[in-house]
């Protein structure tokens, strides 16, 4: 026991592992609903391009995250173009969604936790892929909504 505290060994662990699953991400305290619509009206891309990047304003994009698991780590990207999986990476007051894209490219959405102002999920996408072997980056903020 310690004379400071007047705590024993065990009873400092348990003190220890209860601030531990305060902190730690779980499925309960985040309720993250099973979808989530999202759009990102703004964004800026930039290509790499004769030793230098160039920078531009990206189109506006949209896109649907869907049957998400967050146990199994899983989540489905719906686009126009077609329905695609995503991994879940869990942080502290939000998730990576992150997609492989067939040519090993990498996209990933950040969805935080909710504004409970707004009602809405802030959000961001960053794209990292290339052509031609040439980098090309692009950035976007938005929001999601519940599904």
């Known amino acids: 026991m310690s004379k400071r505290t007047g705590l024993t060994a065990s009873s400092l662990i348990f003190v ?5 699953s305060v902190v730690s991400p ?3 305290a985040q309720e ?3 979808g989530f619509v999202c759009t990102f ?16 304003p990206a ?18 990207l719906v686009t126009s173009d077609g329905k695609g999986t995503l991994r879940i990476v869990r942080a502290l007051g939000a ?13 990933i959405t950040t969805v935080y936790q909710r504004d409970e102002k707004q009602g809405r999920y802030p ?7 290339g052509l031609f072997g040439e980098p090309l980056i692009a950035q976007y903020t938005g929001t999601c909504t519940a599904k």
């Open 123 to 129: 959000a961001v996408h960053s794209r990292h892929f």
């Open 95 to 107: 998730n990576h969604y992150l997609e492989v894209v067939a040519e090993g490219y990498l996209n």
């Open 16 to 20: 220890l592992m209860l601030g531990v």
């Open 32 to 34: 993250t609903p099973k």
């Open 41 to 56: 009206p703004r964004g800026a891309s930039q290509a790499y391009a004769k030793g230098r990047y160039r920078s531009r």
């Open 26 to 28: 779980s499925t309960e």
């Open 59 to 76: 189109k506006a994009l949209a896109m649907e995250i869907g049957s998400i698991d967050l146990e199994g780590q899983r989540a489905d």
